[in-house]
């Protein structure tokens, strides 16, 4: 029995390698495996104490009757713990490929994370280069601009020094001709003096001489004036043949002298209506020969000028501007083909750049262009009529065509059945209606009106478009501002021939902030505020402007203008809310 136990008892190298505590297979463990791994293999090794309980136990069952069917058993039972430790072993091996590829992923994991982590820094790195490299070019341009600014300053330093030298020089020569010239002056007075003096007598006696000779003409020429009429009258008396001829030839002469007269009535007035301005017309581009002549420079210039752009200088909402870009064009088209003109109503509250239009639109088009208001129509009386009819026959002797512009219209051309409409403005009314009964190749008719709602029904039948003027929006009035700011600030403080400093402050931002508070006024109105500024420079100690008196102005002006929107009465303020678009301030 002990020697079957002897037998089939491992080896003690096998039971240390089945038991897994001994040091040698700590020493054999894999430097390598992570603490993960080590645990798993420690939960698989087997505690050496329970080989020494089982040979004691087989020790005992050899003194056993039954020691035979125990070692049967036992044998079994190893052979089960060892097909156990197999199974372990194996599930031991597949645990560790499974944490040598979760090691794997984990690795890949960290070196995911360290890419994207290297990625950002770069990126990081890369705009930080960025940022230096724009401060540094921002830097240069400041410093490009200081050095730019520091040589102007010294060039104008150096302009205006060399300018005081010429005007001091200038002054001198000045001076220095004018002490000559009296000096020269004197001299030529002493010695004319001095001639006189001695020629004194001489001139005396030249003097008596003439004046006796003179007094003997005249009473011989009276004599003989005397003798010569008294004769006539005789024989004159004495012959009425001759009283007959002498009384023709008066009565011929009476003749020529009226008739001269009418004739040149006639010629003055014909010259009139075909070369001179009527006096309907108030302002206009065309040239008379009278004004040729006065103003041969003016002529010249205007002859050799080139046609201009119709928009510019004037600032309107983007899609007014648009639809006015195409009516000039069509108008230039139409007086290059030799077209009929169309007749156009431009209608919208005051000081929204009507005006200015037309007479760009006439440069634009290479045409005349010629100012009526209605309201001079009224205090003609029955010459209106006449007036009227100067003006169309005015109109259709030019030759490069003309644009007849009626500001005001709705003065004289309002609904005839109206009551507060006289019979001369009718009579005026169905002229003006007779001379535009059909479209022209002379003329072009541009009414304007700020209600015009008032026009008679036939008028409206001989518009063919038109145009709706608004007020300025934020866009608008900001450029406008800047605009305006430039003419009447910038210029003048950059020529330097007046008084006129400008503090350093953002221009733009200022007329932005303007352009809000600027809210409902008009053009006219904000061209008004350019003159404003230059008026707060005059009334300045310094001649400074400054950015607190330019934004005081426009507070001001803005404050004027709702105080002028608050005295109207409710029947104005109908219209204005008509013309404006429904908004009242």
Not at 253 to 279: D, W
Not at 363 to 377: F, P, Q
Not at 512 to 529: N, P, Q, W
């Amino acid at each position: 029995m002990s020697w079957l136990l002897g037998r089939n008892r491992p080896q003690p190298q096998q039971d240390a390698v089945l038991a897994g505590g001994s040091d040698d297979e700590d020493k054999n463990v894999d430097p390598q495996l992570s603490n993960a791994e080590r645990k798993a293999m420690e939960a698989y090794r087997f505690d050496s104490s329970a080989l020494e309980r089982a040979a004691d136990a087989a020790r005992t069952l050899e003194r056993s009757r039954h020691a035979r069917e125990a070692l049967e058993l036992s044998k079994l039972q190893e052979l089960t713990r060892q097909q156990e430790y197999q199974t372990k072993i194996k599930e031991y091996e597949a645990h560790v490929e499974q944490a040598k590829v979760e090691q794997k992923r984990i690795d890949h994991e960290e070196r995911r994370k360290t890419l994207v982590e290297e990625t950002k820094q770069q990126q990081q790195r890369a705009q930080y280069q960025d940022q230096l490299s724009r401060r540094r070019y921002e830097d240069q341009l400041t410093q490009q601009q200081r050095v730019q600014e520091e040589n102007l300053r010294k060039q104008e330093e150096s302009v205006a020094r060399q300018e005081a030298m010429r005007r001091q020089t200038i002054e001198h020569e000045i001076e220095m001709k004018e002490k000559n010239r009296l000096k020269l002056l004197e001299h030529e007075m002493r010695v004319k003096a001095k001639v006189d003096r001695e020629n004194r007598d001489i001139n005396l006696e030249q003097i008596r001489l003439k004046a006796q000779e003179h007094r003997t003409t005249v009473l011989e020429s009276i004599k003989t004036a005397g003798t010569v009429i008294g004769a006539g009258f005789d024989a004159m008396l004495t012959d009425w043949d001759k009283v007959l001829t002498a009384a023709g030839g008066l009565s011929l002469l009476a003749l020529g002298v009226y008739a001269a007269r009418g004739a040149t009535g006639v010629t003055s007035r014909y010259i009139e209506s075909r070369i001179g301005k009527p006096t309907l017309v108030g302002e206009t581009s065309r040239f008379a020969l009278l004004d040729a002549l006065k103003h041969p420079i003016r002529y010249i210039r205007r002859l050799t000028s080139k046609p201009t752009d119709a928009l510019q200088g004037v600032v309107l909402n983007p899609k007014l501007e648009e639809r006015l870009r195409d009516v000039a064009i069509a108008t230039k088209n139409t007086r290059i083909n030799r077209g009929l003109y169309r007749n156009i109503l431009m209608h919208g509250p005051p000081g929204t750049g009507k005006t200015m239009f037309a007479k760009k639109l006439a440069e634009h088009s290479g045409m005349d262009y010629a100012i009526m208001t209605g309201g001079d129509v009224a205090p003609m009386g029955k010459e209106a009529v006449t007036g009227i009819h100067k003006v169309f026959d005015w109109s259709q002797t030019s030759r490069r065509g003309l644009l007849l512009f009626v500001d005001e219209a709705d003065a004289f051309l309002r609904k005839r059945s109206s009551e507060h409409i006289s019979e001369d403005l009718r009579a005026a009314l169905n002229a003006f209606l007779y001379r535009t009964s059909e479209q022209n190749e002379k003329f072009m008719l541009v009414l304007a009106s700020n209600t015009p709602e008032q026009f008679d029904y036939a008028i409206n039948d001989r518009l063919d478009e038109m145009v709706e003027f608004t007020l300025p929006g934020l866009e608008e009035r900001e450029r406008l501002l800047r605009l305006y700011f430039d003419k009447y600030v910038l210029k003048p403080a950059a020529e330097g021939a007046r008084r006129f400093k400008l503090e350093t402050f953002d221009y733009g931002a200022t007329c932005s902030t303007m352009a809000k508070v600027c809210e409902g006024m008009s053009g006219r109105e904000i061209s008004k505020l350019g003159v404003s500024w230059q008026a707060a420079v005059y009334a300045s100690e310094n001649g400074v402007l400054t950015e607190k008196m330019v934004l005081d102005r426009a507070r001001s002006a803005a404050a004027q203008h709702k105080q002028k929107m608050a005295w109207l009465s409710d029947h104005e303020r109908l219209d204005h809310k008509s013309v404006t678009g429904g908004k009242i301030e």
